[in-house]
Protein backbone atom coordinates (compact mmCIF):
# COMPACT_ATOMS: atom_id res chain seq x y z
CA UNK A 1 0.00 0.00 0.00
CA UNK A 2 2.96 2.46 0.10
CA UNK A 3 2.47 3.31 -3.40
CA UNK A 4 -1.34 4.00 -2.98
CA UNK A 5 -0.20 6.08 0.42
CA UNK A 6 2.46 8.14 -1.66
CA UNK A 7 0.22 8.84 -4.29
CA UNK A 8 -2.52 10.26 -2.45
CA UNK A 9 -0.20 12.61 -0.65
CA UNK A 10 1.26 13.69 -3.74
CA UNK A 11 -2.35 14.40 -5.30
CA UNK A 12 -2.99 16.69 -1.92
CA UNK A 13 -0.35 18.21 -2.53
CA UNK A 14 -1.11 19.24 -6.28
CA UNK A 15 -4.04 20.13 -5.69
CA UNK A 16 -2.84 22.42 -3.31
CA UNK A 17 -0.81 23.93 -4.63
CA UNK A 18 -1.59 24.26 -7.49
CA UNK A 19 -5.92 25.66 -7.64
CA UNK A 20 -4.22 29.09 -8.64
CA UNK A 21 -2.97 27.66 -12.03
CA UNK A 22 -6.18 25.39 -12.78
CA UNK A 23 -8.27 28.48 -12.23
CA UNK A 24 -6.14 30.61 -14.68
CA UNK A 25 -6.46 27.30 -17.51
CA UNK A 26 -10.26 27.39 -16.95
CA UNK A 27 -10.47 30.77 -17.50
CA UNK A 28 -8.84 30.70 -20.86
CA UNK A 29 -10.47 28.11 -21.95
CA UNK A 30 -13.54 29.82 -21.35
CA UNK A 31 -12.52 32.76 -22.70
CA UNK A 32 -11.34 30.54 -26.23
CA UNK A 33 -15.17 28.32 -25.81
CA UNK A 34 -16.88 31.54 -25.74
CA UNK A 35 -14.94 33.21 -28.50
CA UNK A 36 -15.60 29.82 -30.78
CA UNK A 37 -12.30 28.28 -30.62
CA UNK A 38 -12.03 24.99 -29.36
CA UNK A 39 -9.04 23.09 -26.99
CA UNK A 40 -6.47 21.45 -28.91
CA UNK A 41 -4.93 19.13 -26.56
CA UNK A 42 -1.50 16.73 -27.60
CA UNK A 43 0.54 14.57 -25.70
CA UNK A 44 2.90 11.79 -26.94
CA UNK A 45 3.83 8.42 -25.39
CA UNK A 46 2.16 7.84 -21.90
CA UNK A 47 1.23 11.68 -21.91
CA UNK A 48 -1.38 10.71 -25.25
CA UNK A 49 -3.47 9.63 -22.43
CA UNK A 50 -3.79 12.65 -20.46
CA UNK A 51 -4.77 14.49 -24.18
CA UNK A 52 -7.45 11.63 -24.32
CA UNK A 53 -8.78 12.71 -20.86
CA UNK A 54 -9.24 16.38 -22.54
CA UNK A 55 -10.81 15.94 -25.64
CA UNK A 56 -13.51 13.38 -26.68
CA UNK A 57 -14.13 12.37 -23.29
CA UNK A 58 -17.38 11.71 -21.57
CA UNK A 59 -18.22 14.37 -18.69
CA UNK A 60 -15.79 16.38 -21.20
CA UNK A 61 -15.85 19.13 -23.55
CA UNK A 62 -17.40 19.02 -26.83
CA UNK A 63 -15.46 21.62 -28.57
CA UNK A 64 -12.06 19.70 -28.40
CA UNK A 65 -9.62 17.65 -30.70
CA UNK A 66 -6.89 15.15 -29.64
CA UNK A 67 -3.72 16.14 -31.83
CA UNK A 68 -0.99 13.13 -31.50
CA UNK A 69 1.68 11.43 -33.60
CA UNK A 70 -0.38 9.28 -35.66
CA UNK A 71 -2.02 12.06 -37.24
CA UNK A 72 1.02 12.53 -39.61
CA UNK A 73 -0.42 8.95 -40.85
CA UNK A 74 -3.93 8.99 -40.51
CA UNK A 75 -4.26 12.41 -42.19
CA UNK A 76 -0.88 13.55 -43.68
CA UNK A 77 -0.30 10.46 -46.24
CA UNK A 78 2.64 8.94 -44.52
CA UNK A 79 3.39 5.41 -43.73
CA UNK A 80 2.88 3.65 -40.91
CA UNK A 81 6.68 3.24 -40.58
CA UNK A 82 7.37 7.01 -39.31
CA UNK A 83 5.68 6.28 -35.72
CA UNK A 84 9.19 5.28 -34.21
CA UNK A 85 9.92 5.53 -30.57
CA UNK A 86 11.89 8.84 -31.95
CA UNK A 87 9.94 10.76 -33.27
CA UNK A 88 8.46 12.68 -30.60
CA UNK A 89 12.25 14.04 -30.64
CA UNK A 90 12.18 15.50 -34.20
CA UNK A 91 10.87 19.15 -34.14
CA UNK A 92 10.38 18.91 -37.35
CA UNK A 93 7.25 16.91 -36.89
CA UNK A 94 5.33 19.46 -34.87
CA UNK A 95 4.42 21.95 -37.95
CA UNK A 96 2.94 18.83 -39.81
CA UNK A 97 1.09 18.26 -36.70
CA UNK A 98 -0.18 21.63 -36.33
CA UNK A 99 -0.44 22.57 -40.38
CA UNK A 100 -3.18 18.94 -40.34
CA UNK A 101 -5.35 20.12 -37.32
CA UNK A 102 -8.35 21.98 -38.03
CA UNK A 103 -7.30 25.07 -36.23
CA UNK A 104 -8.38 28.57 -35.52
CA UNK A 105 -6.87 31.76 -34.17
CA UNK A 106 -9.22 31.79 -31.02
CA UNK A 107 -8.10 28.32 -30.21
CA UNK A 108 -6.79 27.34 -26.94
CA UNK A 109 -3.89 24.27 -26.54
CA UNK A 110 -2.99 22.24 -23.61
CA UNK A 111 0.07 20.62 -24.29
CA UNK A 112 1.22 17.62 -22.16
CA UNK A 113 4.69 16.26 -21.49
CA UNK A 114 5.90 15.13 -18.11
CA UNK A 115 9.09 15.63 -19.03
CA UNK A 116 8.72 18.85 -21.38
CA UNK A 117 12.16 18.83 -23.66
CA UNK A 118 11.62 16.43 -25.97
CA UNK A 119 11.61 18.32 -29.72
CA UNK A 120 8.08 17.44 -30.78
CA UNK A 121 6.12 19.02 -28.23
CA UNK A 122 8.53 21.96 -27.85
CA UNK A 123 8.64 23.11 -31.28
CA UNK A 124 4.70 22.56 -31.42
CA UNK A 125 4.77 24.76 -28.27
CA UNK A 126 6.87 27.69 -30.27
CA UNK A 127 4.46 27.40 -33.38
CA UNK A 128 1.49 27.78 -30.98
CA UNK A 129 2.79 30.92 -29.45
CA UNK A 130 4.08 32.45 -32.76
CA UNK A 131 0.23 32.09 -34.11
CA UNK A 132 -0.64 34.19 -31.81
CA UNK A 133 -2.60 31.12 -29.47
CA UNK A 134 -2.58 30.61 -26.12
CA UNK A 135 -1.07 27.85 -24.55
CA UNK A 136 -1.10 25.90 -21.21
CA UNK A 137 1.64 23.60 -20.03
CA UNK A 138 1.04 20.28 -17.98
CA UNK A 139 4.41 19.04 -17.29
CA UNK A 140 6.75 18.07 -14.47
CA UNK A 141 8.37 21.18 -13.33
CA UNK A 142 11.09 19.50 -11.11
CA UNK A 143 12.03 16.70 -13.91
CA UNK A 144 11.98 19.15 -16.94
CA UNK A 145 14.69 21.31 -14.37
CA UNK A 146 17.03 18.56 -14.15
CA UNK A 147 16.91 17.60 -18.03
CA UNK A 148 18.49 19.73 -20.79
CA UNK A 149 16.44 20.03 -23.38
CA UNK A 150 16.43 18.22 -26.64
CA UNK A 151 14.98 21.30 -28.75
CA UNK A 152 17.39 23.54 -30.88
CA UNK A 153 16.29 26.92 -28.93
CA UNK A 154 17.55 25.09 -25.48
CA UNK A 155 13.61 26.19 -24.54
CA UNK A 156 11.49 23.68 -22.59
CA UNK A 157 7.89 23.79 -22.86
CA UNK A 158 7.49 25.40 -19.80
CA UNK A 159 9.31 28.31 -21.03
CA UNK A 160 6.59 28.86 -23.51
CA UNK A 161 3.65 28.16 -21.34
CA UNK A 162 0.84 31.19 -20.76
CA UNK A 163 -0.07 28.66 -18.00
CA UNK A 164 1.94 25.51 -16.26
CA UNK A 165 0.33 23.20 -14.51
CA UNK A 166 3.08 21.20 -12.44
CA UNK A 167 1.89 17.77 -12.16
CA UNK A 168 4.28 17.34 -8.84
CA UNK A 169 6.33 14.06 -10.03
CA UNK A 170 9.68 13.73 -9.39
CA UNK A 171 12.69 13.37 -11.70
CA UNK A 172 12.63 9.90 -13.28
CA UNK A 173 8.46 9.86 -12.50
CA UNK A 174 8.84 6.95 -10.09
CA UNK A 175 8.21 7.21 -6.28
CA UNK A 176 9.31 3.82 -4.58
CA UNK A 177 12.92 2.93 -4.19
CA UNK A 178 14.52 0.10 -4.82
CA UNK A 179 16.95 -1.41 -1.91
CA UNK A 180 19.79 -1.70 -4.89
CA UNK A 181 19.24 1.54 -6.34
CA UNK A 182 16.82 3.35 -8.74
CA UNK A 183 12.56 3.25 -8.43
CA UNK A 184 9.74 2.37 -9.55
CA UNK A 185 5.97 3.01 -9.34
CA UNK A 186 5.15 5.85 -12.15
CA UNK A 187 3.22 8.59 -10.82
CA UNK A 188 2.92 11.71 -13.32
CA UNK A 189 0.04 9.89 -15.33
CA UNK A 190 -2.61 9.76 -11.68
CA UNK A 191 -1.51 13.37 -11.19
CA UNK A 192 -1.50 15.18 -14.70
CA UNK A 193 -4.84 13.51 -15.05
CA UNK A 194 -6.10 14.39 -11.98
CA UNK A 195 -5.15 18.27 -13.13
CA UNK A 196 -6.54 17.81 -16.48
CA UNK A 197 -10.21 16.79 -15.04
CA UNK A 198 -9.62 19.93 -12.48
CA UNK A 199 -9.15 21.97 -15.29
CA UNK A 200 -12.05 20.81 -17.27
CA UNK A 201 -14.62 20.73 -14.51
CA UNK A 202 -13.60 24.15 -13.64
CA UNK A 203 -14.29 25.71 -16.77
CA UNK A 204 -17.38 24.19 -16.94
CA UNK A 205 -18.27 25.21 -13.66
CA UNK A 206 -17.71 28.91 -14.66
CA UNK A 207 -19.75 28.42 -17.99
CA UNK A 208 -22.42 27.54 -15.97
CA UNK A 209 -21.36 30.51 -13.52
CA UNK A 210 -22.24 32.98 -16.52
CA UNK A 211 -25.62 31.59 -17.49
CA UNK A 212 -24.21 29.29 -20.46
CA UNK A 213 -25.70 25.02 -20.94
CA UNK A 214 -21.95 24.07 -21.67
CA UNK A 215 -21.14 21.17 -24.09
CA UNK A 216 -20.21 19.10 -22.51
CA UNK A 217 -20.28 14.67 -23.76
CA UNK A 218 -22.36 12.34 -22.18
CA UNK A 219 -21.26 8.78 -21.83
CA UNK A 220 -22.59 6.77 -25.24
CA UNK A 221 -23.27 3.71 -22.98
CA UNK A 222 -25.73 5.90 -21.50
CA UNK A 223 -29.25 5.91 -22.72
CA UNK A 224 -29.17 8.54 -25.46
CA UNK A 225 -25.68 9.48 -24.78
CA UNK A 226 -25.10 8.95 -29.08
CA UNK A 227 -27.66 11.40 -30.13
CA UNK A 228 -26.94 14.15 -27.58
CA UNK A 229 -23.40 14.15 -28.27
CA UNK A 230 -24.12 14.07 -31.98
CA UNK A 231 -26.62 17.23 -31.68
CA UNK A 232 -23.57 18.86 -29.93
CA UNK A 233 -20.51 17.78 -32.50
CA UNK A 234 -22.83 19.38 -35.43
CA UNK A 235 -22.39 22.75 -33.54
CA UNK A 236 -18.58 22.40 -34.06
CA UNK A 237 -18.53 20.39 -37.98
CA UNK A 238 -15.33 21.33 -39.90
CA UNK A 239 -14.15 22.11 -36.15
CA UNK A 240 -13.25 18.78 -34.11
CA UNK A 241 -12.05 15.55 -35.45
CA UNK A 242 -12.96 11.97 -34.00
CA UNK A 243 -10.19 10.33 -35.14
CA UNK A 244 -8.55 7.09 -34.04
Known sequence: MSYATQ????AKSVISRQEHQVRQAARLIVTSLRGGGVVNAF???????????????????VPSNRLSLRDLVLYGGQPVSVLTSELERDPKAAQQIYDLAPVEPQDV????????????????????????????????????????????????????????LDNGSPYGDAILELPGGGTYGAVSTVTSALLAQMVVTTAVEELVALGETPPVYLSVNVTGGDEHNKALESRYAGRIRRGA
Open 43 to 61: GSGHSEAIAMEIAGRAGGL
Open 109 to 164: FVLISSSGVNGTVVELARIVKERGHTLIALTSVEHSGAMPSRHPSGRKLLDLADVV
Open 7 to 10: VLDL
